[in-house]
T-cell receptor, first 112, second 116 residues
Framework: NAGVTQTPKFRVLKTGQSMTLLCAQDMNHEYMYWYRQDPGMGLRLIHYSVGEGTTAKGEVPDGYNVSRLKKQNFLLGLESAAPSQTSVYFC???????????FGPGTRLTVL | DQQVKQNSPSLSVQEGRISILNCDYTNSMFDYFLWYKKYPAEGPTFLISISSIKDKNEDGRFTVFLNKSAKHLSLHIVPSQPGDSAVYFCAASARRSSGSARQLTFGSGTQLTVLP
C-alpha cells in the first residue's frame, strides 16, 4: 500500500495563478483532510470530507476550494494564489471508527 | 484562541536520558489525544494516543500521561535515541455538534534534539 500520496511535491506560483493539489489514498478511508502548516503555528485545517461527494469547511477555508469526486481522491484548489498561501500543505485520511489520521508527505507551495 | 498549546518550541536531551514533551489544552470537550512525530520534508506520523478515560498509555519507549484536572498531557521517551530527533505535535479531538465530523486540533509543535 502506498498510503497517502500527494502531487506535486513542490510548486512555485505567481500571484493570481491557479493550481490544484491532488491527494490520493489507497486505504479505503472515508474521511479526508487538507491542512496547511506554517512556522510556529502547527497544522490548521482547511477543508475536509466525510465521504465521496461531500466536503466541509475547516478553520482556514478562505481562498481554497475542494472536491471529492472519488472516494480515494481529495483535490485542493487555489483559484487565485496569494503570497499568504505560501505554506506546506498536508493531506490526511482516516477510517470512520478512529480519530487517528494518516498523513501524506506534503506539498511545499511558494507564491511569489 | 489556541485550544492546544505546546509552550516549549524546543528541547534538547542527551542520548539515553528521558525526554518529556508537554502539552496543555483548554477545551474540556476534548476526549481523545494523539502525538505525532514529524521529520523534515516528511508528513507527520502517528506515534501514540490516549483516551480521556485513561491516564496512561504505553507503547515501547513511549508513554503518554493525561491529567484531566490540569488539562495537561505529556509524552515520555525513555531512553531517548538520536533517531528520535524530530518535531512532536500533540493533537486533540472532541465530540462536536451533530452534522460535524470529529477533527483534530494541533499544537504548534516541539523540536526535540537528542544529542549523542
Amino acid at each position: 500500500n502506498a498510503g497517502v500520496t500527494q502531487t506535486p511535491k513542490f510548486r512555485v506560483l505567481k500571484t493570481g495563478q491557479s493550481m490544484t493539489l491532488l491527494c490520493a489514498q489507497d486505504m479505503n478511508h472515508e474521511y479526508m483532510y487538507w491542512y496547511r502548516q506554517d512556522p510556529g503555528m502547527g497544522l490548521r485545517l482547511i477543508h475536509y470530507s466525510v465521504g465521496e461527494g461531500t466536503t466541509a469547511k475547516g478553520e482556514v477555508p478562505d481562498g481554497y476550494n475542494v472536491s471529492r469526486l472519488k472516494k480515494q481522491n481529495f483535490l485542493l484548489g487555489l483559484e487565485s494564489a496569494a503570497p499568504s498561501q505560501t505554506s506546506v500543505y498536508f493531506c490526511a485520511s482516516r477510517i470512520a471508527s478512529t480519530d487517528t489520521q494518516y498523513f501524506g508527505p506534503g506539498t511545499r507551495l511558494t507564491v511569489l | 484562541d489556541q485550544q492546544v498549546k505546546q509552550n516549549s518550541p524546543s528541547l534538547s536531551v542527551q542520548e539515553g536520558r528521558i525526554s518529556i514533551l508537554n502539552c496543555d489544552y483548554t477545551n474540556s470537550m476534548f476526549d481523545y489525544f494523539l502525538w505525532y512525530k514529524k521529520y523534515p520534508a516528511e508528513g507527520p506520523t502517528f506515534l501514540i494516543s490516549i483516551s480521556s478515560i485513561k491516564d496512561k498509555n504505553e507503547d515501547g519507549r513511549f508513554t503518554v500521561f493525561l491529567n484531566k484536572s490540569a488539562k495537561h498531557l505529556s509524552l515520555h521517551i525513555v531512553p531517548s535515541q538520536p533517531g528520535d530527533s524530530a518535531v512532536y505535535f500533540c493533537a486533540a479531538s472532541a465530540r462536536r455538534s451533530s452534522g460535524s465530523a470529529r477533527q483534530l486540533t494541533f499544537g504548534s509543535g516541539t523540536q526535540l534534539t537528542v544529542l549523542p
